[in-house]
T-cell receptor
Framework: EADIYQTPRYLVIGTGKKITLECSQTMGHDKMYWYQQDPGMELHLIHYSYGVNSTEKGDLSSESTVSRIRTEHFPLTLESARPSHTSQYLC???????????FGPGTRLTVL | GIQVEQSPPDLILQEGANSTLRCNFS?????LQWFHQNPWGQLINLFY???GTKQNGRLSATTVATERYSLLYISSSQTTDSGVYFCAVNRDDKIIFGKGTRLHILP
């Protein structure tokens, strides 16, 4: 079972602020993913990475950016938060592409 | 792209009842996973099941890849089974989630 962590768990911020959502995993997985999920709705892939210095955009367009400087760390950044960014952000990792995905507890973001 | 449809969208059952959740997908896939999202938002992987049948305690899953569907069975439901059950398929390294089945188990 993978150990995957996200911080903060909850975040309430004002419009225009820059924020970074942290995601770390301790299992040495090369593949990492960010999903966006509105309450009660399906998950949408917004970013993924298959290894260090590799990042790709997912199916749902997002104004956020990601980086992958270390295998275990995959942070997501919003340069200027807006109310439309209010959502839950879930980070996941897997050993191989398309393999079993392990999810972090999520960050619930509210932008006022 | 591949469409993933889950049914029923909502299900309310009494504790102890059995249930079957269905996931249909519109094209061939490399694999399929079932997840449970608890009321606090945590997603737990239940099964990785591209084909065949697997069982884990009161839960079991069957995927018939040639007919493009998967079933998740929950027997003797408990209140802790409440939450949303998602099916997710993978093809060409892209993972697509269904909209989920919201299950509410009454005590």
């Amino acid at each position: 079972e993978a150990d995957i962590y996200q911080t903060p768990r909850y975040l309430v911020i004002g419009t225009g602020k820059k924020i970074t959502l942290e995601c770390s995993q301790t299992m040495g997985h090369d593949k990492m993913y960010w999903y966006q999920q509105d309450p009660g709705m399906e998950l949408h892939l917004i970013h993924y990475s298959y290894g260090v210095n590799s990042t790709e955009k997912g199916d749902l367009s997002s104004e956020s950016t990601v980086s992958r400087i270390r295998t275990e760390h995959f942070p997501l950044t919003l340069e200027s938060a807006r109310p439309s960014h209010t959502s839950q952000y879930l980070c996941a990792s897997s050993e191989v592409a398309g393999g079993t995905q392990y999810f972090g507890p999520g960050t619930r973001l509210t932008v006022l | 792209g591949i469409q993933v449809e889950q049914s029923p969208p909502d299900l309310i059952l009494q504790e102890g009842a059995n249930s079957t959740l269905r996931c249909n997908f519109s094209d061939s896939v490399n694999n399929l996973q079932w997840f449970h999202q608890n009321p606090w938002g945590q997603l737990i992987n239940l099964f990785y099941i591209p084909s065949g049948t697997k069982q884990n305690g009161r839960l079991s899953a069957t995927t018939v890849a040639t007919e493009r569907y998967s079933l998740l069975y929950i027997s003797s439901s408990q209140t802790t089974d409440s939450g949303v059950y998602f099916c997710a398929v993978n093809r060409d390294d892209k993972i697509i989630f269904g909209k989920g089945t919201r299950l509410h188990i009454l005590p």
